[in-house]
């Protein structure tokens, strides 16, 4: 139920990053989200995930990848924790976006007020809907998680200027039990050759499996928010592992300046 006051933010990236016809978005999650599961062995679904932003064309395999490790816990996922990089608007610290609901062509998600409602009282969290308003980082990954999961809300955090351990503090207060993902929105690095970008991403690759958390803003524009995951995952003796590592040479063909991708799960016992 839409609460009185509050708006639903429309999708902004619809028809650029992906399709904006229901039916073709549809499509395109279902073979991507196929080809994902066809290649991976049956684990138990992840408390956290990794994934990146771009437009489907470019990082949707490797979003898919890691997302298809989800289908496991369709019923049981009930609250989607959100967080992603700003790229359009400045804030400061980690910003929700004062609105009942997350719009897409699939339809719209409503937000987890009572989430919200546990974040009361830390001073990083700030409202901004004009972070959010043209913000595709966090928008890109609802469409794959209106295809897995069944029913949702959603908590979503434009990361703005903050530090790791002002993400890792949020994410303690919104960890909950089963019920609840954690999806963290991160490409690699950016307009390197592609080799470079190769042994750059791999670099990177093993700082988040190795809990680093001096990984810079030009190996992963979501750095901060990766690096606040790998605080808590680390102190909680979550279990990394790197499901998916391309770049836009692979899935799109150019290889003279690439952007790199990367998918991680992270679980609370040994996959």
């Known amino acids: 139920m ?8 429309p999708p902004a990236v619809a ?44 990082s949707g395999p490797v979003a898919a990848s890691v997302y298809a490790l989800i289908a496991p816990a369709r019923k049981r996922i009930t609250r989607v924790v959100l967080l992603g990089p700003t790229h359009r608007v400045a804030v400061r610290g980690l910003a929700l976006p004062g609105v009942n609901g997350f719009a897409t062509p699939l339809g719209t998600v409503d ?7 546990a ?10 809907a004009q972070a959010h308003a043209q913000e595709h980082s966090l928008e890109v990954h ?46 690699l690095s950016h ?4 080799e470079d970008a190769q042994a750059v991403d791999r670099a990177t690759a093993k700082a988040v499996l190795d809990f680093a958390t001096d990984i810079s803003h030009e190996q992963a524009c979501g750095a901060t928010p990766v690096m606040g995951l790998v605080l808590v995952a680390r102190q909680r003796g979550l279990k990394p592992e790197l499901i998916d590592l391309r770049n836009s040479g692979d899935t ?8 790199g991708y990367g998918s991680f799960a992270f679980y609370e016992s040994a996959p």
């Open 252 to 259: 799109a063909g150019d290889r003279s300046r690439v952007v």
């Open 15 to 58: 028809g650029m990053f992906y399709p904006g016809a229901r039916g073709e978005l549809a499509q395109d999650l279902a073979r991507m989200l196929g080809i994902a599961s066809s290649a991976s062995p049956e684990r138990p679904a992840p408390k956290a995930v990794i994934a990146p932003h771009a437009g489907y064309v470019y």
């Open 111 to 117: 937000i987890d007020r009572e989430a919200i409602g």
């Open 2 to 9: 839409n609460q009185a006051g509050l708006s639903v933010r």
């Open 191 to 194: 307009y390197l050759p592609y």
């Open 142 to 187: 609802l469409p794959f998680l209106q295809a897995i999961l069944e029913t949702f809300t959603l908590v979503p955090l434009a990361v703005g200027h903050a530090s790791p351990q002002e993400v890792a503090a949020v994410l303690e207060r919104l960890w909950g039990g089963p019920e609840t993902l954690i999806v963290v929105s991160s490409d």
């Open 119 to 128: 974040l009361a009282g830390l001073p990083q969290i700030v409202v901004s």
